[in-house]
């Protein structure tokens, strides 16, 4: 299935989709198979191409996973330590709305049809930020086009990094080699209950925008 939306309408609209995911509904592999194939069209430093993407489909795996996101959720955004904005922030009036959805994300979340949990090939733990910038510059656009990609699809995704305090567990959990290879993320994927999403509300664009200097 697709949307046929506009390039600027999937820019615009691939939200950070949580209670309107279809846990219901099961995702063809195919259509992942087809996300995936445009996600690995994405740029990489030196072409290197180092990314893998673990599909997670299996219940007792995805359950796993999902215990250690709650826990990660638990221990640190249920108890109000995640980001908090000015009043009258536009940040400040989403955030109760975020909070919420992503209350109900940790909770369901081992219901989803399909966790992507991307990887990389190397570890920067430890490395210089001018490194990192190369490294996660080379992951991201792809893990962003797979989103892109799944939304002209009917599918909805989320962007999330909660299990990854409990990385090497995961990484046990799905056969990872953890020396080696960096685990990203994980984005849940399932069919959207709608498919009308709207642009969100951002900080203005003179806020952020620099001409020639900050
Ligand atoms: C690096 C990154 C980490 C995120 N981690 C989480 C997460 O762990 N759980 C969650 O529910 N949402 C997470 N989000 C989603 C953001 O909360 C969401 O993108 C933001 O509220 C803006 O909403 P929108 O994407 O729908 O515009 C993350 C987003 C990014 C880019």
């Given at each position: 299935?697709?949307?046929?939306?506009?390039?600027?309408?999937?820019?615009?609209?691939?939200?950070?989709?949580?209670?309107?995911?279809?846990?219901?509904?099961?995702?063809?592999?195919?259509?992942?198979?087809?996300?995936?194939?445009?996600?690995?069209?994405?740029?990489?430093?030196?072409?290197?191409?180092?990314?893998?993407?673990?599909?997670?489909?299996?219940?007792?795996?995805?359950?796993?996973l999902a215990a250690m996101y709650l826990e990660t959720y638990e221990a640190f955004y249920a108890s109000g330590r995640s980001a908090?904005?000015?009043?009258?922030?536009?940040?400040?009036?989403?955030?109760?709305?975020?909070l919420?959805?992503a209350r109900?994300l940790a909770d369901?979340l081992?219901?989803?049809?399909?966790?992507?949990?991307?990887?990389?090939?190397?570890?920067?733990?430890?490395?210089?930020?001018?490194?990192?910038?190369?490294?996660?510059?080379?992951?991201?656009?792809?893990?962003?086009?797979?989103?892109?990609?799944?939304?002209?699809?009917?599918?909805?995704?989320?962007?999330t990094t909660m299990h990854l305090r409990s990385e090497r567990e995961a990484?046990?959990?799905?056969?990872?080699?953890?020396?080696?290879?960096?685990?990203?993320?994980l984005?849940?994927?399932?069919?959207?209950?709608?498919?009308?999403?709207?642009?969100?509300?951002?900080?203005?664009?003179?806020?952020?925008?620099?001409?020639?200097?900050?």
């Amino acid at each position: 299935m697709h949307l046929n939306l506009s390039a600027d309408e999937v820019l615009s609209t691939t939200r950070a989709v949580r209670k309107r995911l279809d846990l219901e509904r099961p995702v063809e592999r195919e259509v992942i198979e087809e996300c995936l194939r445009l996600a690995i069209q994405a740029p990489s430093g030196s072409n290197r191409q180092g990314w893998h993407f673990v599909m997670v489909g299996d219940a007792e795996r995805k359950a796993k996973l999902a215990a250690m996101y709650l826990e990660t959720y638990e221990a640190f955004y249920a108890s109000g330590r995640s980001a908090t904005f000015p009043e009258g922030d536009p940040r400040a009036q989403r955030r109760p709305k975020v909070l919420d959805s992503a209350r109900y994300l940790a909770d369901n979340l081992h219901r989803v049809p399909w966790m992507l949990i991307p990887c990389q090939e190397g570890r920067v733990d430890s490395t210089p930020s001018a490194s990192q910038a190369g490294w996660w510059g080379s992951i991201i656009p792809a893990v962003w086009s797979f989103m892109l990609a799944a939304r002209e699809r009917g599918l909805g995704t989320a962007w999330t990094t909660m299990h990854l305090r409990s990385e090497r567990e995961a990484a046990e959990v799905l056969g990872i080699p953890y020396d080696n290879v960096t685990q990203v993320g994980l984005i849940p994927v399932a069919y959207t209950i709608g498919t009308d999403f709207k642009p969100a509300t951002r900080l203005p664009l003179d806020e952020v925008c620099h001409w020639d200097e900050w």
